[in-house]
């Protein structure tokens, strides 16, 4: 069972249920002797019997017998080949020509486009080779769209030259799909997001048999059903390849887990995450923040019926709810949180490449993989949760304010009148969901390019004194023996709360006492600008009371 989160715990009186999945699966295939020089002369003399045969001119025609068996298969089985230009959407292209029988299988749509790939070089002479080498160049690559009767749609790219690497491209929830239909659940699925079932607990439990070793052999069965026999037997027929010993291994190379929040309401949706949105955008070191204003307002019930298919999956321009996409990037890794459907929050750990989870890409590492991705969406969403809603107790704010021991040494507190300690809470919560937690330099990094201060203003010196503070109120802690820390959500939470207080109470409502009150208000307001407003009367009110000119 995926572990829980303080985010969702907090909100779970108004979940109708929560699931978690491998989302989209891409694997790498290679045949690992032909990826060295030695290596793919080796298979040449296995395949060809000798290698007075090994030269440019017969890697050319073998790419190219591979092309024409292609073309001629799907002329004679009536599957479109189509040949893309640079900047085509291939996955929408194939959702257009997804076969409408249900019981079909097999290969549906190929599509051609021009990819970089390594590539071999051969220089001889007549009698002799004089070096093999590796390079790089554009060469066609063959996207074959197949419905498989367990996996659903899924992609297999194969580079037209030989030793022939290939890319499996596979969607989870497909998978979990067929298998809840065999299980007899009931559900509802717009696009890639399930959004109303009969037992929420048993498509979780569902979904998590793709974060198990089980997992694997799944992987390995479709792979070994299509890749060998419906794809590569277009470049090497099924002798060429027994004779040759050619056989691919199989790697990770990206992989997305989501974590699936289904609330009673739309409404909720709307209030949660506008909410989060609205206390945590200016606070969160955000790279992309995108709306995309839809037609219509979500609606208070969940509809029993089905309408329409949304439009969202295919035209972003036209979706049929609000969409906002709230996206952090961490180099390789990404968290990404948005709404979906009716009333769907989604959260997303996305490795682009998963070299950068430092668990290994062999495909044995899969659960690993997954693992990390997980501990990711939970660590963001606790953090989401310290910052949102916050929480501050009476006495929070004085004893964040008193000095405090951090060994033998004696710090201050943190006051939040010093624009130096918002700046680095500021920084904290931006580094907050980070994977693999944040070091001294990192701090001063980011307190630097929030802030635009320059190298002289806040130093990694600076950065070591503040880290010494937030130790002492227990907001950091240390990540086992090493010199990187993380958020303790629970202090970070308190700290948050007093930041917001002084940021959007305080201050606004200080400088904004004689600006809201003597200037003309419009006529449309804001209902948070109204509660300044009022706010501010009550706060001239006071001042006057105890004798201070506003």
């Known amino acids: 069972m995926p572990p829980a989160d303080a985010f969702s715990t907090y909100y779970a009186e108004q979940l109708d249920g929560r699931y978690d999945c491998v989302d989209r699966l891409v ?74 029988d249900s019981t079909f299988r097999g290969i549906f749509l190929i599509l051609v486009a021009r990819a970089k790939a390594p590539l071999w070089e051969i220089k001889r002479t007549e009698t002799h080779i004089q070096d093999i080498r590796r390079k790089s160049g554009y060469v066609n690559h063959y996207y074959f769209h197949i419905q498989d009767p367990e996996w659903g749609h899924l992609c297999i790219k194969l580079c037209g030259h030989p030793p022939f690497p290939a890319t499996i491209m596979l969607n989870g929830h497909e998978w979990v799909e067929r298998q809840a239909l065999q299980d007899g659940l009931t559900f509802t699925k717009e696009g890639n997001c399930f959004t109303d079932a009969n037992s929420w607990d048993d498509l979780d439990h569902l979904a998590d048999a793709l974060s198990t070793s089980s997992a694997i052999g799944r992987l390995v069965e479709v792979i ?67 709306t995309l ?19 969202l999956q295919r035209t972003l321009e036209r979706p049929t709810h609000d969409l906002t996409v709230f996206k952090l ?40 993989l997954v693992a990390e991705l997980q501990a990711m969406a939970v660590r963001f969403l606790d953090v989401l949760r310290a910052a949102h809603p916050a929480i501050l107790d009476a006495t929070a704010v004085d004893d964040l304010t008193r000095p405090s021991q951090v060994g033998t040494a004696r710090v201050a507190g943190i006051d939040l009148r010093s624009p130096r300690m918002r700046a680095v809470l500021h920084a904290l919560l931006a580094l907050g969901p980070s994977p693999t937690g944040f070091g001294i330099r990192d701090l001063a990094q980011t307190v630097r390019a929030q802030t635009g201060w320059d190298d002289t203003q806040y130093t990694p ?90």
């Open 27 to 100: 694997l790498n295939a290679y045949y690992p002797l032909g990826h060295s020089p030695a290596g793919f002369r080796t298979w040449w003399r296995a395949l060809t019997g000798s290698d007075d045969t090994l030269d440019n001119a017969h890697l050319m025609r073998m790419a190219g017998r591979l092309s024409r068996r292609v073309h001629a298969y799907a002329t004679a089985q009536g599957i479109p080949v189509i040949h893309c230009e640079v900047g085509t959407r291939k996955h929408e292209l194939a959702e257009q020509h997804q076969p409408t």
């Open 224 to 290: 070994q059903r299509w890749l060998t026999s419906a794809c590569l037997i277009f470049a090497l027929d099924q002798a060429e390849q027994e004779q040759s010993g050619f056989r691919y291994a199989l790697s990770c190379y990206q992989l997305e887990y989501s974590r699936n929040l289904v609330f009673q309401h739309g409404t909720d949706v709307d209030r949660v995450f506008q909410g989060l949105i609205d206390r945590t955008r200016t606070i969160l070191d955000v790279k992309t923040l995108t």
């Open 293 to 311: 204003f839809g037609a219509k307002r979500r609606p208070f019930k969940h509809q029993a019926t089905p309408g329409p298919a949304p439009r």
């Open 329 to 368: 990037h961490f180099g390789l890794l990404t968290l990404k949180i948005y709404d979906k459907g009716e009333r769907v929050l989604r959260v997303e750990a996305i490795a682009h490449n998963v070299k950068a989870l430092k668990q290994g890409k062999v495909l044995a590492q899969l659960p690993a």
């Open 461 to 550: 010196r600076h950065a070591a004194y503040d880290y010494k503070k937030l130790r002492s109120k227990s907001i950091i802690t240390r990540i086992g023996r090493t010199r990187r820390y993380q958020i303790n959500p629970g202090p970070y939470a308190t700290a948050c709360a007093a930041l917001l207080l002084h940021e959007q109470i305080f201050t606004p409502a200080l400088s904004g006492i004689k600006h809201h009150l003597t200037h003309a208000s419009p006529a449309a307001q804001h209902p948070l600008d109204q509660q300044y407003q009022t706010l501010c009367r009550a706060l001239l009110a006071t001042m006057q009371a105890v004798g201070i000119a506003a």
